[in-house]
């Protein structure tokens, strides 16, 4: 007789929306926004701290407010807000402008760098 094994399921995360964010994804945007940019070693060490900041903030607000809550779009966007004016502080007018003209490009690379 043959003896079946028991397949162990595959499980994957799927992250949605309300899913917080995992912190690597601060240190994978700032790498791919060091690149892009050109930006000097201060300048990445500096933007790192920003969204990770803004990554903690975020996740917070995730788990204080219903998901897509009036409350929590609200929280985002102030959030958001936020951390463009400290980043355009840190990058300077004419990087800002060019971080502003790529964020989807580099939202692309970053969430390629998470899949590896």
């Known amino acids: 007789m043959f003896r079946h094994k028991e397949k162990t399921p595959v499980v994957e995360t799927v992250r949605t929306a ?67 004016k400290e980043l355009q502080v840190v990058l300077g007018p004419t990087k800002f402008k060019q971080l502003q003209a790529n964020q989807r490009k580099m939202a692309a690379e970053m969430q390629q760098r998470q899949k590896q």
Do not use: C, F, W
């Open 18 to 84: 309300d899913s917080p964010t995992p912190t690597s994804a601060a240190r994978d945007l700032a790498d791919v926004m060091a690149t892009d940019l050109d930006l000097t070693p201060d300048q990445t060490a500096r933007v790192r701290t920003i969204l990770h900041g803004t990554v903690e903030q975020a996740n917070a607000a995730k788990a204080k407010y219903a998901p897509k809550s009036p409350q929590l779009m609200a929280e985002l966007k102030r959030i958001n807000i936020d951390s463009q």
